[in-house]
């Protein structure tokens, strides 16, 4: 059984995704708050997570940010206000969809669907130390072909990031948000540059290895075999 976690603090809305996500055989926990969310996300690690917006301790998108620091887990988001779409999407929080409120819980059930298949058809296909890579998280290195690559901590944390989803396309938003954990000015400039040194070390591997695509207008992604 997939496991569905919602963090949502109206119970009438809340009930109703209950009701319809079990109906649909998924084993759902739910919170109201987003400290008790975050806490069951690592305590019972779910596969889809349910994120309303307007929580009273926090707001979605700062309990969002601060999740993805630790967690690729699949996000939608469930939002009162349509200008807050444009932050979802404009923004790029990190989130996977989002669903506007007043919603038919039937609608999400499907969403849910759709980006639990993505994501584990993503993951099934690409397992990245068939091609030569081992991400060891608790010492903080990434080996290629038993070689430990000399990475500096952003330098690692963009390998690892894009390495956690292969082929997945990441904005120059999307990889600042998971990887620098104080703001810097010009932003886009300083992903490009941890980029090209990533390149070069891992050229200085092996001169054939470059698995990190350029996707003009939109970022990188990482692309094995
Ligand atoms: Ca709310």
Redesign the pocket.
């Given at each position: 059984m997939q496991k569905i976690l919602i963090i949502?603090?109206?119970p009438g809305?809340a009930d109703n995704l209950i009701y319809a996500l079990k109906t649909e055989q998924f084993d759902v926990q739910w919170d109201r708050l987003a400290e008790e969310g975050f806490k069951k996300l690592t305590d019972w690690s779910p596969d889809l997570l349910i994120l309303?917006?307007?929580?009273?301790d926090t707001n979605?998108f700062e309990l969002c940010k601060r999740i993805r620091k630790i967690s690729q887990v699949p996000i939608i988001f469930?939002t009162?206000r349509t200008e807050e779409v444009d932050r979802i999407v404009g923004l790029e929080i990190g989130g996977d969809d989002y669903v506007t409120k007043p919603f038919s819980p039937r609608e999400v059930v499907a969403r849910v669907k759709v980006i639990l298949r993505r994501s584990s058809g993503a993951s099934n296909t690409v397992n990245v130390e068939e091609h030569g890579f081992v991400v060891e998280e608790e010492k903080a290195r990434i080996s290629y072909e038993g070689k430990i690559l000399e990475l500096t901590r952003y330098e690692y944390l963009l390998l690892k990031t894009l390495l956690s989803q292969p082929e997945r396309v990441f904005s120059r938003a999307q990889l600042m948000d998971r990887v620098w954990t104080e703001p810097t000015g010009s932003f886009e400039r300083s992903v490009d540059t941890h980029i090209k040194t990533l390149r070069s070390k891992l050229r200085d591997v092996d001169e054939n290895l470059n698995p990190i695509k350029t996707h003009r207008g939109l970022g990188y992604s990482c692309t094995l075999g």
């Open positions: 949502e603090d109206e809305i309303d917006v307007g929580l009273p979605g469930l009162a």
